[in-house]
């Protein structure tokens, strides 16, 4: 198992291995994080994982919007929101080799071009759901508590 990250890319949580590719997850992390949530401390009652789970599921429901924090209403310029959160995505890919150089970042937030479909990204992290009735202490959970959590990498 390894702790869900909040800006370490995998390869470097894991074996140690850095590259300019790890820096891109990190962007990645903070460009999705500009959506006014952190990824560190995450917790939304409806999905049990981290920040890059949450933008990931949203993304690939179709809902990258309800990414966004409320509080930012109309003063964001939508088609710039959902490309940021696309980009950010493609950013924080599992394997660097799927994520892009950082030049490529640039080239991808300043065009309308069509992007690269992403990948799951690295650090899917996922607290199991308490069944109800397995564990008396279940109606307890809160989601932000110290539970194990399952590390897809």
């Known amino acids: 198992m390894v702790p869900c990250s909040g800006y370490m890319s995998p390869e470097y949580a894991i ?3 850095y590259s300019t590719k790890s820096d891109v997850f990190s962007f990645g992390v903070s460009v999705l994080e500009m ?7 995450f917790y939304n ?4 994982i981290n920040l890059l789970g949450y933008a990931w599921t949203l993304y690939m429901e179709g809902r990258s919007l309800e990414l966004i924090d409320a509080s930012m209403g109309d003063t964001c310029n939508l088609s710039e929101v959902l490309r940021s959160i696309h980009v950010g995505l493609l950013c ?3 394997s660097p080799d799927d994520r892009p150089s950082m030049s490529s970042v640039i080239l991808m937030l300043g065009s309308e071009g069509a992007l690269p479909q992403p990948k799951k990204p690295g650090f899917f992290c996922e607290t199991p759901m308490p069944e109800a009735n397995s564990n008396p202490d279940a109606s307890s959970f809160s989601g932000n508590e110290g539970h194990d959590a399952i590390l897809e990498v």
């Open 35 to 41: 959506s006014g949530k952190r990824n560190r401390g």
């Open 15 to 17: 074996a140690g291995l």
């Open 92 to 94: 924080v890919q599992r």
């Open 45 to 48: 009652p409806n999905y049990y």
